[in-house]
């Protein structure tokens, strides 16, 4: 498997349309809390729950096959 999210190319305005609230995350002190910057957390917080859920869909297959045992699974969360 191989996926690029959550890095960059992401839909802009993806968390909001997604139903996330932009009050209710904790900006990272290193970065101005202004609603630019919230919004732009939502749409890497949907490309990561994005990410989850495709990972989760290959484990389940891999179960499913019988090759759990048999697969090495790297998650490289730089």
């Known amino acids: 498997m191989g996926t690029y999210e959550p890095h960059r190319g992401y839909e802009k305005g993806s968390g909001i349309k997604g139903g996330k609230d932009s009050d209710e995350i904790r900006v990272p002190p290193f970065l101005p809390d202004v609603p630019e910057v919230r919004s732009d957390l939502l749409d890497y917080y949907t490309e990561i729950e994005w990410?989850?859920?495709q990972l989760v869909q290959i484990l389940n297959l891999l179960e499913n096959r019988g090759e759990v045992?048999?697969?090495v699974v790297v998650v490289d969360l730089r």
Do not use: G, I, L, V
Request: zero cysteines.
């Open 51 to 53: 990410f989850d859920r």
């Open 69 to 71: 045992d048999n697969t």
